[in-house]
Each structure stands twice: as C-alpha cells, then as structure tokens.
C-alpha cells in the first residue's frame, strides 16, 4: 500500500493516461493492501475527483479516468478503514456531486460513486445518518433518482442505498416521515406513488429476464418494507388490530396503520400475482420479499376489496395442481391411499411450475369433479394457495416426515434461508387473507377440508397440503411452520377449537391448541361434526378418520381390569397435567355415572 500511494502521489497532469490507469487498475486488483495507508489513497483519490468536471482535468485525473479512479475508491471502501474515510460529510457530498455531474454524459461513473456510498452505508452505520442529514441530503436524492429513471441499474442502486438508510427508525425516524410526507419541488409525485410507478415498471422487466431487473426489484422490496413496518410507529396513526403484544406502549408491525401508505397495496398484490415460482426454489426472491411486505400491510375494511375483490372472495374454485395430487394419480383413487412414499418424477418441480402458471386445479378429493374456469391472474388468494401447495410438496415429497434429514440438506441446498423464514410467512399471508372475510375463508377451508374428503386413510398420513400440514405440527426442527402450520388450519374452522377437532381429529391438534392456551379434550364419537355429513360413516374423534369396526376382542376378566387400570392412570396423568381437564376425562365421567345410577 504505501508504494501505490507513493506512486499515486508521484503522478501528476503531465502523466500519460496509460500510467493513470495502471495504477488506478493495480488498486482495484491489489490482493492485500495495509489498512494503515488505505486512508490516506482514499483520500488523496477523492481529492483529486473533487473539481473534475466532465471534459475537464485535474491535476493527476483526466475526466475519462474518473469512472476508473471511482472504482479505486469502492474497492479501498470494501474494508471499514477506507469507508470510515468515505463516510464523511463532505466525501459524501463530493460523490453525490460526482454522481450528479456525470449522469448524462458517463452514467456509468455516476453510477459507481453512488456504489462506492452504498458500500459506506453497508459498513458504516453512522454514514447513514449522515447521508440523509440537511447538510448531504443524500437521502432525497436517492429518492429523486427512484423518481426519474425506470433504469433498473438505477433504481437497484438507488433502492439500495435507501433500503440502508432507513434500516432503523431510531436513527432514521425523522428521514423517514418527511420522504414520506414531503414532496419538496423536483419531485412530481408522492414517495408511495414512486414506489408504485417503480414496481409496476420492473414487474415486465423482470418477467422478460432484463438485466438487474431482479436485484432492482428485490432492494426497491427491501426500502418498500422498512417503510411500511416503521412509519406507522413513528406516527399517530390509527389502531386496526391486535397482535397480543403484552406491552400496550409498543406498536407491532401490522398493528396500526396510516391511510398515507395505502397505495402500496395494489402494485404489491400486482406484483405477487405477476411472479410465478423460482426455477430452483419456489419462493426464491423477488416472491418473498413481496410476501414480507404484505404482511405489513393490514386486511382492514378499508383496504378489503384491494385485498380480495368480491369475485375473488366469492369465486369457488380450486387451487392448482402440486406434484402429487389425488385428482391427478393415474388410477383414480387418492394419492395417499398408498402406504408407499411416491417417486418424484423428472420434471415434476417444472410441470407443477406450469399447472401454477396456467391455473390449472385439483381437489384434495377421492374423486375427480368437473373443473371450474381458469382463475383469473388477480385471483390472490389462489395463487397464495397453489404457492404454498406447491412448496409444501417440493419440499416435503410425498409422505415423508418434516424432521427427515433429507428436508432440510434440499432447503439447505437451495437458499441460505431456512424453512421456517422461507414457508412460514406464507402461511401467515394465508391466514391474513382469510381471518377477516368469511368467503375468502369458506374457499380455503374447501380447499382443505372439502365435505367429501376421504377419510378412509388417516389424515395426517396423506400426500397433499393437508397431510403435509398435519405431519408439521409434530416437526421439532420447523417450530415457526409448526405453528403456523395450526394456525392456517384453526383460521380455518372459524377459531373453532371443537370445530378443529372434529375436522382433523384431537389426537393431530392436542397439542398445538395446548401451547395456544386452549385446554378441552377430545369430543365423544359422533360429537360436533363440523361440516362433516352427519348421515356418512362415523368419525374417530381421536384420528379424524372413519372410524373402523372392530370385531370384539375376548379378555379375561384379569386382563380386563388390567386395561381399566391402565386407563385409568393414563387420563390421571393427562388430567394432572392440564392436557384433559376434569370434565373431559372419560373415566372420572364413567365413574360419576355409575355412582349416579
């Protein structure tokens, strides 16, 4: 290091460009450079792009090495040394200025000293303040540029640096009310009005595969979250849910709401529909991204029909083919009818891909009823569906277990995420979208738990979502999914904690409505049954399927009073623990009966 800061130093305007550039170049690719120097380069490079104007000179620089003496400085900021040095106001200032100078003539230039500020911002958190401080103003400019240019190099950089700045609203708060609530003269539009403008002109980018349209979307998503989870808490806004929260003076996300940021809606839900699943992964970004931002946005009255239009509440159909589907196994009968784990065959992430796109549909059924319409491509919650059914099924084939090793090596291969951050968050959206409106809920619980659903098989055997849903609530290493695996299916049966047992059975829910706080024991055979038919077969209350007759077994009175015995310690047991309660326990009933006769 301290020979190319010697050798930068001993350069001077009279140096041939071809010298610049070897040197400039010999920094960007320097393998090890002392940090103890790297300060001084910084700053002594920064100097001298000061004052170089475009079609102008300074000193050692020429105005077509500033694009090269630029990404000098980004790759010295690559380490918290020469950031620190970058990180000052008035470096700041003088790459906003560089920035601004060469938009029009060299793009590029303007562009790498916007990178060389994001890096800053990365490494540095206190240049974020900075940045957005009235003597910078870095920030508006930021969002001037989102404004501006539909260029998705542009609106990646420009969101990123945003995204950073507004990482926190302790130290961004004030920041981030006024781009919210400010449209100072340059800007036409409101920031939230931006944001719309900038995601419906990335959604056919990205769909027709334009370079950096992808990294574009994902980061203007990254700033689109931040300022829906901290501007309601910054604010007085009105209060529209209740999250549980213990403590009353904090604001959880999604918890209050401010109708300034109500037309984030439509170009999200826009976007969510837009973007089919990933090639590699199902909910690969930009989908969970968009997925994050919806959860930060309310389902209100106000916002209902953006939410779920009324053919969309109201449309009974079916959500798209997965992989492994009843409708479509070749002999007719229900996929989980096997006990065998079905093969996955070449192609099936790809076709199940197509069936998704094309709005294909199938029941989780015995049978295979005639096929209503198409849905339609603004239909949000079949497409949330037929999104979870289909990453359910990618990621847990068949009938295997959640805790099977093999799960987490191909959600390990896939993503950096875990299953938890990946599917859970859908789940959640899908409970948003059904807890408020009774139409939206009564298609997902056909979806799910149809009238005709065989019950020949155990439920939580099966090899389709509701299957799959089941086998999570016993999964260890998934406990986000695991939970709200129990949620999506209590929304369902209307908060019902007796209505949810009788549909699945109170052996598959014990123990998720006990962590819930919800302590009832399982109903007697034939008790509250839903929506099942109430002339069909008789229901297990325990497993949720029909229930079997069973040729009577011949015991000798010793072995008799043995099981009786065995009965009777085990709901004591249950009793004693709060898994049963007193009224609930059969054999307390039983005795209170023969003492009553």
């Known amino acids: 290091m301290a020979d190319l800061l010697a050798s930068y130093h001993g350069l001077s305007a009279s140096s041939p460009r071809a010298d610049v550039s070897k040197l400039l170049n010999a920094v960007i690719t320097a ?26 000179t300074n000193g050692r620089l020429h105005h077509t090495d500033v694009h090269l003496a630029l990404s000098a400085i980004k790759a010295l900021g690559r380490h918290p040394s020469g950031s620190t040095v970058i990180a ?102 409101s920031l939230v009005e931006i944001i719309g403008l900038r995601l419906e002109s990335l959604i056919p980018a990205f769909l027709s595969g334009t370079k950096m349209a992808r990294e574009a979307i994902v980061d203007l998503l990254k700033f689109t979250f931040n300022i829906l989870t901290h501007y309601p808490k ?41 973007f089919q699943p990933g090639s590699a992964s199902p909910l690969a970004p930009p989908l969970n991204h968009i997925i994050h931002s919806l959860l930060a946005i309310p389902f209100t009255k106000n916002l209902q029909a953006t939410w779920l239009p009324p053919n969309n509440r109201s449309r009974r159909g079916s959500p798209p083919s997965a992989p492994i589907s009843p409708a479509s196994s070749p002999s007719g009968s229900p996929a989980s009818d096997s006990p065998r784990e079905p093969s996955r065959p070449s192609g099936a992430f790809d076709r199940a891909k197509s069936m998704l796109a094309a709005g294909r549909l199938s029941l989780s059924r015995s049978s295979s009823p005639a096929r209503p319409p198409s849905p339609s491509n603004n239909d949000t919650l079949l497409h949330a569906y037929g999104l979870l059914e289909l990453a359910l099924s990618h990621y847990f084939p068949g009938t295997v277990e959640p ?36 139409g939206a809920r009564e298609r997902l619980r ?82 509250g049954s839903g929506f099942a038919d109430p002339e069909g077969p008789q229901i297990n209350p325990i497993t949720g399927a029909i229930q079997e007759e069973r040729a009577d077994i011949e015991m000798t009175e010793e072995e008799r009073e043995q099981e009786a015995e065995r009965l009777f310690v085990l709901f004591d047991r249950l009793e004693r623990t709060g898994a049963v309660p007193p009224e609930a326990n059969p054999v307390r009933r039983a005795i209170q009966r023969s003492f009553a006769s």
């Open 234 to 274: 910054l604010v007085d806004c009105e209060k529209v849910a209740e999250s549980g929260s213990s403590n009353d003076s904090d604001k959880v996300m999604g918890e209050y709401w401010s109708n300034r940021l109500d037309g984030l809606l439509p170009p999200l839900l826009r976007a969510f529909n837009s």
């Open 31 to 56: 393998l090890s450079i002392d940090n103890a120097n790297r300060p001084a380069l910084v700053t002594a490079i920064l100097s001298d792009i000061r004052s170089c104007e475009p079609g102008g």
């Open 446 to 527: 056909e979806w799910l738990l149809p009238t005709n659903l065989d019950r020949t098989v155990l439920l939580e055997s099966r090899a389709d979502t509701l299957g799959r849903l089941l086998r999570l609530l016993t999964s260890v290493y998934h406990s986000r999914l695991n939970v709200t695996s129990g949620e999506l299916l209590y929304v369902v049966c209307n908060h019902d904690a007796t209505l949810l047992i009788s549909q699945v059975g109170y052996g598959n829910v014990a123990g998720f409505l006990f962590n819930k706080g919800i302590v009832t024991g399982p109903p007697s055979s034939g008790e």
């Open 403 to 438: 805790d099977d090793p093999s799960v987490r090596a191909t959600a390990k291969a896939e993503s950096d995420s875990t299953l938890d951050e990946l599917l859970a968050p859908l789940a959640m959206l899908l409970c948003k979208l059904v807890t408020g409106d009774m």
């Open 88 to 189: 000052l106001d008035s470096n700041l200032s003088t790459l906003l200025a560089v920035s601004k100078s060469f938009k029009d003539s060299n793009l590029e230039a303007a562009l790498e000293a916007l990178r060389c500020i994001a890096n800053a911002l990365l490494l540095i958190e206190s240049a974020r303040a900075t940045l957005t401080s009235d003597s910078v103003n870095g920030g508006e400019y930021a969002v001037l540029l989102l404004e501006k240019s539909p260029s998705p190099d542009v609106v990646f950089i420009a969101s990123r640096i945003l995204f950073l700045a507004t990482a926190s609203s302790a130290t961004a708060g004030p920041f981030i009310i006024s781009i919210v609530e400010r449209k100072p003269s340059g800007r036409v539009h």
